[in-house]
């Protein structure tokens, strides 16, 4: 018998991380609107996203895009095991 234990922190990386796949300059100011930061900001750290989220003495954030892919391997990995697509 297999159990699931839902984890809403996970939920909340992995809703991120859908975020940053679906990233479209297009729509960068609803991205920047709608983003989990502090999700982010630990995805960042965990090497699954290519930016830096940084915040700001006044409490707001920064993102700075590192590299021209939004996600890394990892991250891609991360996606698949979601969603079970490439």
């Known amino acids: 018998m297999s159990v699931t234990i839902h984890n809403p922190r996970q939920d909340r990386l992995d809703e991120t991380l859908l ?3 679906s990233y479209s300059p ?3 100011v609803e ?3 709608s983003l989990d930061y502090e999700a982010a900001h630990q995805l960042a750290a ?3 996203i290519n930016c830096i989220v940084t915040k700001m003495t006044s409490g ?3 993102l ?3 590299g021209s892919e ?3 391997p990892k ?3 991360r996606i698949f095991e979601i969603t079970g697509q490439i």
Do not use: C, I, N, V
């Open 19 to 21: 975020q940053f796949d």
């Open 26 to 28: 297009d729509q960068h």
């Open 31 to 33: 991205f920047m609107q």
């Open 46 to 48: 965990d090497g699954l």
């Open 60 to 62: 707001r954030y920064r």
């Open 64 to 66: 700075r895009f590192t």
């Open 70 to 72: 939004h996600l890394t």
């Open 75 to 77: 991250g891609r990995q």
